[in-house]
């Protein structure tokens, strides 16, 4: 097996990694809001985390073997492969941002749980948070685009 295959192994094993951890988030923002107590929303928010992990790692994986990759190929330089940094780095911004709004949303129905102050009406505002929602959602279009530009190479 060459450094190349290796390098490709690497890189789809990460991409993998990368989009389950975003299907382990989406299914999560989605049944959290569908949950009536306050301790179920937690819980189920509470499984964001490891997809958070995923994300990361398979993230990281995948963007050191797409950087491996492109210096056995020569890429670096090509458009495409630069839009596609550059979109999946605000991609990880965004998720960030709206892994963190959730995370506060979680740590607010565990205090909502434990009996500590606080509605359920907040809580319920939270979960429908539109700014959280958009975050999260761009995030999703903008890696599903650096995966287009991946298969796509437009100009290579």
Request: glycine letters at 14%; aromatic letters at 10%.
């Amino acid at each position: 097996m060459s450094g190349y295959q290796i390098g490709i192994l690497f890189h789809l094993v990460g991409v993998i990694l990368f989009f389950a951890g975003i299907a382990v988030a989406g299914v999560v923002a989605t049944a959290a809001p569908r949950r009536e107590k306050p301790s179920e929303v937690a819980l189920i928010l509470g499984l964001a985390r490891y997809g958070a992990i995923m994300l990361g790692v398979g993230g990281l994986v995948l963007l050191l073997a797409g950087f491996y990759l492109s210096g056995k190929i020569d890429g670096y330089g090509q458009r495409w492969l630069e839009i596609s940094i550059l979109l999946f780095v605000v991609a990880l911004v965004l998720g960030a941002w709206g892994g963190r709004r959730s995370r506060k949303t979680r740590e607010y129905a565990e205090s909502l749980a434990d009996g500590g102050e606080g509605d359920e009406a907040t809580l319920r505002t939270m979960l429908a948070n539109r700014t959280t929602w958009a975050m999260h959602w761009a995030s999703v279009v903008l890696a599903v685009a650096v995966l287009v530009l991946m298969i796509w190479q437009p100009g290579a």
